[in-house]
């Protein structure tokens, strides 16, 4: 390969959460202070940040716009939407995206917000499929919005599937006029197939109920499949959804702040840049601009390219390893993302224990992966694979030796 996913990168004590703030962070879910034994190093597998060095590109970009001394009040460059264009065409086969249609945000979920404030009113009920995305939970509780859910189903060849009935009825009998929808769906790592999709927009369509599309890991897609933009299946859906983007999870540029949505609607799009600008916080940083400029350049189509490789071989050996090994867990392989989402209840229930020892189990021998609760999966562990091969052969050695 022409770029390095094989290094173990020591992140110490250089601003990462996911190795320096660990204890903190996972204490609470088994209800005590973690220890981990004696000659077992920490593995991060937990929170959503690749330990990958990034594209070289976006750096070069950045030490490039830092060595002119002055970083004063500035508006987005032309390349910066080009960019943003030329990879929406290329990856996703998006026509017609103009530099009007796109716009910053701080975050997706702070473009979620926005999005939510404009198109229910507080206390408004909003349809989410469940397992869900935290970062959604959260937004939604903390902003005073009212969560349905409706639960992803496994079907006969153990995929998740929407159930069409179940959100249209729930649609109907809680007057859901705000849908949250996630492609690819995070934390099952399910990529949503054009006619499932389609059934979903119709349906929405139908109940006039307005979307807003979570697709900041359509970049990752394994196994051969595609992202379908939930604003491509028809005219109306390209009218009636917001979406939202960003270089984060692609390239791991989370902790430089930059997202971008999508709006093609005049009418939501002029809305949403006005309930943004209330709080004078939603400004683009000069650094972070240069930083997609140099992730979405011909370089790293190519590093992505090689990412999705990675993932992919670290996926299959751990789907493969838990179905051959971990009797009593159940997982769907993912076909997109970097996150496992396995179900130990049968497991726990087995050997009477409960989700918390399991995962206390792990965290004794370094294991650092995260309860499943927090995302609506009461007996689930999300774990994190974008990390170099002989780690995750590693972790998934000492969860055999030493947890299940």
């Known amino acids: 390969m022409k770029y390095d996913f094989t290094s173990i990168i020591d992140r110490k004590g250089k601003d990462a959460i996911a190795v320096d703030v660990i204890p903190e962070c996972m204490t609470p879910a088994v209800g005590h202070e973690i220890k981990v034994k004696e000659g077992f190093d920490m593995i991060p597998m937990w929170i959503a940040d690749m330990n990958f060095a990034t594209v070289p590109t976006v750096a070069e970009e950045m030490i490039r716009r830092a060595q002119h001394p002055l970083f004063g009040y500035f508006r987005p460059r032309d390349e910066y939407f080009a960019e943003i264009i030329d990879w929406q065409k290329r990856r996703n086969g998006v026509e017609g995206l103009e530099p009007e249609h796109i716009g910053y945000e701080n975050g997706v979920l702070g473009g979620v917000t926005s999005a939510l404030r404009i198109l229910c009113s507080q206390g408004g009920n909003v349809l989410v499929n469940s397992p869900t995305y935290v970062g959604f939970t959260n937004v939604l509780n903390n902003n005073g919005f009212h969560i349905v859910h409706s639960p992803l189903v496994k079907d006969a060849d153990n995929m998740w599937r929407m159930d069409f009935e179940d959100m249209e009825k729930k649609i109907v009998d809680n007057n859901i006029h705000c849908a949250i929808f996630c492609s690819p769906h995070n934390p099952t790592g399910r990529v949503w197939e054009r006619e499932e999709i389609e059934k979903a927009m119709e349906i929405f369509k139908k109940h006039e109920v307005f979307v807003i599309s979570d697709e900041i890991w359509s970049d990752i897609i394994l196994f051969g499949n595609k992202h379908i933009p939930t604003q491509s299946v028809s005219e109306d859906a390209k009218n009636r959804t917001i979406a939202f983007y960003a270089p984060s999870k692609t390239f791991n540029l989370a902790g430089l702040i930059g997202s971008y949505h999508i709006v093609y609607s005049k009418l939501l799009r002029d809305r949403l840049l006005k309930e943004s600008s209330l709080s ?33 071989e670290n996926v299959a050996y751990a789907c493969d390893f838990i179905e051959k090994n971990f009797k009593g867990v159940n997982v769907s392989r993912p076909q997109g993302t970097y996150m496992l989402f396995i179900d130990c209840e049968e497991w726990c229930r087995e050997h009477g224990k409960t989700l918390e020892e399991l995962l206390n189990a792990g965290y004794e021998v370094g294991v650092f992966w995260q309860t499943g609760k927090q995302f609506n999966g009461p007996w689930s562990i999300r774990m994190n694979l974008a990390l170099p091969h002989e780690r995750v052969k590693e972790a998934f050695d000492r969860l055999q030796k030493y947890v299940f």
């Not at 004078?280 to 990412?307: C, F, Q, R, T």
């Open 280 to 312: 004078h916080y939603n400004s683009m940083n000069v650094m972070s601009m240069y930083a997609l400029i140099g992730a979405y350049s011909e370089a790293g189509h190519e590093w992505v390219a090689e990412l999705r490789e990675v993932i992919g």
